[in-house]
């Protein structure tokens, strides 16, 4: 994983606030490659491994309720870049036309094997393909939608000089958003000025501290909060 030069950021990223962390990045090369080379491994070794549990969980969302087996949804990466994210539906279809696009705890667009996925964060197995064709990495900021990412403070943007994450300290402080958007009467608009700005503390944190043992030490904290 090596970074792209300065001048090649898009224009918007190439502000004093981005630059501080890219200086930072710049000379982590050595991590960055281990961490690419890790996430190939990895999410390849896994694909293969778990295919039959893959297969199952296939089985059962297209059991469960009418409409396609995976969910895509354009979202946002590094420097910028659209890519289609991909999990198991855990919604019915359509449902981004029946609400907003986050989602709140008990919302009745989720199903019924969408609710076990989601609390194990099973649907987000399919996203070891995204790693694997390089647009996601283990570890880094959740990617957002274009239309959150519009809302992203100068700083904020210094995120995207990374791929996006499957999972990062900001997603196990809040893997209980959902409950935290219910009392909401706009939960798209409590999500970008209250969960968003603080959420991002968290992956900023990251960029300053970013090294292949910080990942590791995440990801071993993603599980014991799936678990625990």
């Not at 490659?33 to 491994?41: A, E, G, N, P, Q």
Request: charged share 25%; hydrophobic share 45%.
């Amino acid at each position: 994983m090596i970074m792209k030069k300065w001048n090649k950021l898009p224009d918007y990223m190439k502000t004093e606030e981005v630059k501080e962390y890219y200086e930072l990045l710049r000379h982590k090369t050595f991590s960055l490659i281990i961490k690419r080379l890790f996430d190939i491994i990895l999410s390849l070794t896994l694909l293969i491994f778990l295919s039959p549990v893959l297969l199952i969980i296939a089985i059962y969302v297209k059991l469960d309720s009418e409409g396609s087996i995976f969910f895509l949804q354009k979202r946002v990466t590094a420097y910028g870049k659209v890519f289609k994210i991909i999990k198991f539906r855990t919604m019915v279809s359509d449902a981004e036309k029946l609400g907003t696009q986050v989602t709140v705890s008990n919302d009745a667009r989720v199903t019924k094997i969408g609710k076990f996925l989601r609390k194990t964060r099973l649907d987000e197995l399919p996203q070891l393909i995204n790693i694997l064709v390089g647009d996601m990495t283990l570890v880094g900021t959740r990617p957002e939608v274009e239309k959150f990412v519009k809302e992203y403070t100068n700083e904020m943007y210094a995120t995207l000089l990374l791929p996006a994450g499957v999972t990062s300290l900001a997603s196990i402080k809040y893997k209980d958003e959902e409950k935290l958007l219910d009392a909401s009467s706009n939960p798209n608009e409590t999500y970008i000025n209250n969960i968003l700005p603080e959420k991002m503390k968290y992956n900023l944190e990251y960029m300053r501290k970013f090294n292949f043992f910080y990942d590791i030490k995440t990801i071993i904290m993603t599980v014991y909060a799936v678990f625990y």
